[in-house]
């Protein structure tokens, strides 16, 4: 099945955007469904609004733009980007929001002082409070709630095709996973083995204790639950065999991080997405400074950069201090 992708967005004041991301959708081989292209039916008995909702419960993603306009709203005081984007989020439709900057940097301002006058006549936006109701509400769900700052359309097609990329990455990691019990076993006897051919002549013929130990934490960093920390491990040590020899003596994160010699800041759950990001078409950026491995959910994210500098949430740190902590433990008692 060829997959629908549903632009939602006020359209006159981001025809350029919709444009650009159209042609992203269709260079994907993907389906986009947009209001001005025909793609959204309106012969059943109800309003145009209510058939862009029954749009987007029928497609499999829905990428939306957020820009100065609100757009006008209905009795609730809910505008049909609002309600399009809370039809997403009931059917748990995976969602790509992008937004201008300079909307964010406005509501930076606002929040801190909301009760400002200068919001009730800003002429920069048309109704600014419901906008920022609606970051925050996007911000606050409970998956999908990132939020991308784009320049340029250039850059919007390039971070729809990233953000499609790892979502259908992820999808097929899935599908191949869970893994069986018997080839989990197998998989931590061969990586086990290996580990100790290479890291320890002597320890075939006298540490059966280390042995087991190898193949305890192998097999735990296989289970499903530990999956997004083996990703981790797999980006700072290079591969799993490498992270093995380490992580089994480590009691806790922050020593897995000293022995990957890996630096680290830990900020609030609730910080900015941009508080994580150096985007890699940032002149003033180096190489060595810029994102290049990252993952975000309902509890914050974590961002690895080139200069082995790890940048997490605080609720992140402690999941995967949690996991080390459980590893360690269940390799010690083996």
């Known amino acids: 099945m060829i997959p629908n992708v549903f632009v939602s967005s006020t359209i006159a004041d981001l025809h350029y955007l919709r444009d650009g991301l159209r042609d992203a959708i269709e260079e994907l081989c993907y389906h986009p469904v947009m209001s001005e292209h025909g793609e959204v039916g309106y012969l059943n008995p109800t309003t145009a609004a209510e058939s862009c909702y029954r749009s987007v419960r029928q497609c499999q993603i829905v990428v939306l733009i957020v820009g100065k306009r609100y757009g006008s709203t209905s009795d609730d005081g809910l505008s049909v980007t609002h309600k399009e984007f809370l039809a997403s989020k009931d059917q748990h439709i995976p969602t790509i929001t992008f937004v201008e900057p300079h909307v964010l940097s406005y509501k930076e301002v606002f929040h801190a002082d909301p009760n400002a006058t200068l919001w009730d006549g800003f002429a920069a936006m048309d109704n600014p409070r ?17 939020i991308i700052p784009i320049n340029s359309v250039g850059d919007a097609k390039k971070r729809l095709k990233m953000q499609i990329a790892d979502f259908v990455g992820n999808r097929l990691s899935e599908t191949v996973l869970p ?27 006298s540490k059966e204790d280390d042995t087991k130990r190898y193949h305890a934490a192998t097999r735990f960093l296989l289970n499903d639950n530990a999956a997004e920390y083996r990703k981790l491990l797999e980006q700072v040590f290079g591969d799993l065999d490498a992270a093995i020899m380490h992580v089994v003596n480590c009691d806790g994160f922050q020593s897995v991080l000293s022995r990957a010699g890996y ?34 959910g309902a509890r914050g994210g974590y961002v690895v950069y080139g200069n082995k500098h790890i940048k997490l949430s605080n609720s992140v740190f402690l999941g995967f201090d949690a996991v080390q902590k459980a590893l360690h433990a269940k390799a010690k008692l083996t």
Do not use: C, W
């Open 179 to 205: 893994m069986s019990t018997q080839l989990r076993d197998v998989l931590a006897e061969i990586t086990t083995v290996r580990n100790l051919i290479v890291h320890s002549s002597d320890a075939l013929q």
């Open 130 to 146: 419901g906008t920022f109701q609606l970051l925050d509400a996007i911000a606050s769900s409970e998956a999908f709630n990132a």
């Open 263 to 296: 630096s680290h800041d830990i900020v609030a759950d609730d910080a900015p997405r941009d508080t994580f990001m150096k985007f890699e078409d940032d002149p003033n950026v180096s190489l060595d400074q810029r994102a290049i491995y990252g993952s975000f």
